[in-house]
């Protein structure tokens, strides 16, 4: 650096610092979600691996891709209210940013085991029995 002045050094120095957490945010990886999904059915029910496709179809739209920046963790619980709460205590412990529910039982379960992840679920017959 011959024949730079002390104040051009500085102001480059300045320059460069204030850069790199600009150029260091840039390169950060987006982070990936992580959303739970509770159902009350078999992996091989017809309505809903349409209703999972329907799904996956609105995340895709919305700009989630899976595998890129969204991961599913689906359980396929049946109706057995047993099994129901068995896969929703191991969608809570891998705690998902969301878990997303189908049904009473399933929302019934989840908000029994877990008050802190958020739940979002659809299909509920009595609102007030869940939602307090």
Do not use: H, Y
């Given at each position: ?15 460069a ?43 895709l ?6 595998g ?65």
């Open positions: 650096m011959p024949g730079m002045r002390r104040r051009d050094f500085v102001a480059l120095l300045g320059g610092a204030a850069a790199w957490p600009l150029a260091a945010g840039a390169q950060q990886p987006e982070r990936m979600r992580r959303i739970g999904v509770l159902l009350p059915a078999a992996e091989n029910d017809p309505e809903f691996q349409a209703r999972m496709r329907a799904f996956q179809q609105g995340l739209e919305s700009g989630w891709s899976i890129r920046n969204v991961q599913l963790d689906v359980r396929w619980a049946g109706p057995n209210a047993a099994k129901i709460r068995q896969q929703a205590e191991e969608l809570v412990a891998i705690a998902p940013d969301v878990i997303f529910a189908t049904g009473g039982t399933p929302v019934a379960a989840l908000q029994q085991i877990n008050r802190s992840l958020p739940i979002v679920f659809v299909q509920v017959p009595d609102r007030s029995r869940f939602c307090r």
